[in-house]
């Protein structure tokens, strides 16, 4: 991202939390899939919603308004008090066991109610596992991981 681009990134976020009433800072950084933004706020938790809901509707909402600014679409990843590095260790955990349970049980497991975000990480961890690998099946809210032995 140029600084031009920086400066509209920059500009969209914070008139979209000014409008939200929503007090905080926040950093920007690019990211291998477009970029990261790094919010610190006391109002953490009205941001973040339940199981993380507002936190990925407003990512989506950014990455739009952005993408009308620039013409382009920028995938926006957002941390908020550490929710994202946390539930990425729980990822990190999850996808160890099922693994081990995919061996062990020589069977498919499906993990539901993943948002994108998550399936995404879970791939990324079993994409060169030797033992099992990992699929997205179904559509919306109906799409589930599943992690089956490999063959």
């Known amino acids: 991202m140029d600084k031009k681009e920086k400066k509209i990134i920059e500009s969209t976020i914070s008139e979209l939390l000014k409008l939200l009433d929503i007090d905080g800072t926040f950093e920007i950084a690019d990211a291998e899939e ?8 006391k109002d953490s938790g009205l941001v973040i919603g339940y199981h993380g809901d507002t936190l990925e509707s407003l990512q989506l909402v950014i990455s739009l308004c952005i993408a009308k600014r620039l013409d382009k679409f920028i995938r926006v990843s957002i941390e908020v008090g550490d929710y994202k590095k946390n539930r990425t260790e729980w990822l990190k955990s999850l996808a160890q066991t099922t693994k081990e349970r995919v061996i062990s049980e020589k069977k498919e497991i499906a993990l539901p109610e993943l948002k994108s975000w998550e399936r995404r990480i879970v791939h990324m961890l079993l994409k ?24």
């Open 34 to 41: 477009g970029i990261d933004v790094v919010l610190d706020t």
């Open 128 to 151: 060169d596992d030797g033992d099992v690998v990992s699929q997205s099946q179904g559509e919306g809210r109906d799409r589930v991981l599943v992690v089956s032995p490999k063959l």
